[in-house]
């Protein structure tokens, strides 16, 4: 096994957003399979080699029950570690009165185990859930997101310098925004010696059921969160280019995380690397990917008080040349670690253990 390329397939899948358009589409199987010149399909009654499922599959579908075809679920959120059984049942009952789950109704981290069990393989995003899963299935891969579509900005190549602004960076899904609330004393005390600007580049309006029910303004959940900090704050629309722009201007990224929620404490580093990516020291929750990440990369980045963040964000507002050390020491455990040449391999390792 892997002693020769794969040849090309056709793999069946069921995608998290129809058009590919969201990250777990477009930054995991879609990039695989474009550089390796594999088919997806979407239509689930073409012939196919391999079938691909997303946290979004009706994993009771007659679809998987295909005979002789090999069964790949891509499985990149903790829904095996859910907050609690009736939140865990809740999630369950709520997608099978929606129709994006069949069969009967049991607490939703039943039918991902389940559906783990009976896969050829199972990739995830950190070794952190792999431990988790690997209780159920040992065909298990962990495999980060590729960030190709965010430039690598090198400061040493690129000719620019760290942004003095005193802005700061958070970039992501509004779901997981509300680890700001945590830090905000920090914030607020910064604010009173720094003239701050709070950028969150993210979507200003978000769902609060299943990601498709319920519209709240991101702005409003804000204001119930920072305060009088809301003054400080300017929401920008997620795209790559506006995401690249308001990291030219920053000084520094954030990302404050709610640890006592187990689908946030378990994420992988995937918004870590892509802020060293784009040339800004970060600061981060003491989450167990953000924490291994920090020690191998040898960076701080990791703040266990609120002492800890207000200390470590003074001191790279103030000291540019930590702040560059800290770009680089992250910079070089990407080109180590996280580059598209390893990427591609573990994608192509993961189906070479299913096709035999």
């Known amino acids: 096994m892997g002693t020769e390329p794969l040849r090309k397939l056709n793999i069946g899948y069921w995608p998290l957003s129809p058009t590919f358009t969201s990250a777990g589409d477009r930054r995991r199987l879609v990039f695989w399979a474009q550089a390796r010149g594999h088919t997806i399909v979407t239509d ?20 998987f029950a295909r005979k002789q075809v090999p069964i790949v679920l891509d499985l990149v959120d ?99 925004i509300g680890g700001v609330k945590i830090i905000s004393p920090a914030l607020s005390r910064l604010s009173k010696t720094t003239t701050l600007s709070l950028n969150f580049v993210t ?3 978000y769902f609060q059921f299943l990601n498709k029910y319920i519209a709240r303004s991101t702005r409003g959940l804000l204001e119930k969160d920072l305060g009088q900090l809301i003054d400080h704050v300017n929401i920008i629309p997620w795209t790559p280019k506006n995401l690249v722009e308001c990291a ?8 404050p995380i709610d640890l006592s929620v187990p689908m946030q404490r378990l994420k992988p580093e995937n918004r870590l690397l892509i802020m060293w990516r784009l040339g800004l020291p970060c600061l981060t929750s003491p989450s167990p990917a953000y924490v291994r990440v920090a020690r191998q990369a040898g960076v701080i980045a990791v703040c266990n008080t609120l002492d800890d963040w207000f200390v470590n964000f003074n001191r790279l507002l103030s000291n540019p040349g930590f702040a ?29 253990s299913v096709m035999g």
């Not at 689930?44 to 679809?63: G, H, M, R, T, W």
């Not at 030219?248 to 990302?255: E, N, R």
């Not at 455990?333 to 996280?338: A, T």
């Open 44 to 63: 689930l009654n073409q012939s196919v080699d391999v079938i691909v499922a997303s946290e979004n599959s009706d994993f009771n579908s007659p679809y």
């Open 78 to 176: 903790a829904y095996l570690s859910p907050l609690n059984s009736f939140d865990d049942l809740a999630r369950g009952l709520a997608k099978r009165i929606t129709g994006h789950l069949s069969g009967g109704v049991k607490p939703f981290s039943h039918h991902v185990r389940d559906f783990c069990v009976n896969s050829s393989a199972v990739i995830c995003s950190s070794s952190e859930q792999e431990e988790i899963i690997k209780r159920y299935n040992t065909n298990t891969h962990v495999i980060l997101d590729s960030h190709h579509e965010i430039p690598f900005i090198d400061p040493l190549k690129s000719g620019t310098s760290i942004s003095h602004t005193n802005q700061i960076l958070w970039e992501g899904q509004p779901a997981t």
């Open 203 to 205: 979507d200003e309006k």
């Open 248 to 255: 030219k201007v920053s000084s520094i990224a954030m990302i």
């Open 324 to 352: 560059f050390d800290e770009i680089m020491a992250g910079q070089n455990y990407l080109r180590e670690n996280h580059n598209q040449t390893i990427l591609l391999k573990k994608w192509d390792l993961a189906f070479e």
